[in-house]
């Protein structure tokens, strides 16, 4: 079982922003590490872009176990929905040697929420 918790199980937050990202992890058998991600990754039509921005690895001496990271989030790209093409932003958690893993995705933008970018309409 592996498990990321946001503070307050919030998920907007504003560029620069430093939140706690609680990583846990119980395994029925032996593991050699655990690695938490943080990642941007684009979805929608064209070629999909991914970024590990930055990684934290722990060895899992006990096949139980959780850490308590203190996180500032990057000051760009914003998280953004688009009719073609979205940015996402998560943390994953993977288990190494096996790539058991598991992500919990959230936004970095101004006023702490995602940017929705959609021709308008005039009427």
Sequence with gaps: ??????????????????????????????????????VWNTVGKGDRDLSVVSTWSYD??????HQLEEV??????YSFSGKLLSLVWAFELIALP??????????????AGELTLHKSEIV
């Design 98 to 111: 096996s790539g058991e893993s598991t992500r919990e995705e959230f936004f970095i933008a101004p006023n």
């Design 60 to 65: 899992a001496t006990s096949m139980n176990g």
């Design 72 to 77: 500032t989030l990057p000051e760009a790209p």
């Design 1 to 38: 079982m592996l498990k990321i918790e946001f503070p307050q199980n919030e998920r907007n937050y504003s560029p620069g922003e430093t939140i706690g990202v609680d990583a846990h992890w119980a395994f029925d058998e032996p593991v050699d590490r655990v690695e938490l991600r943080l």
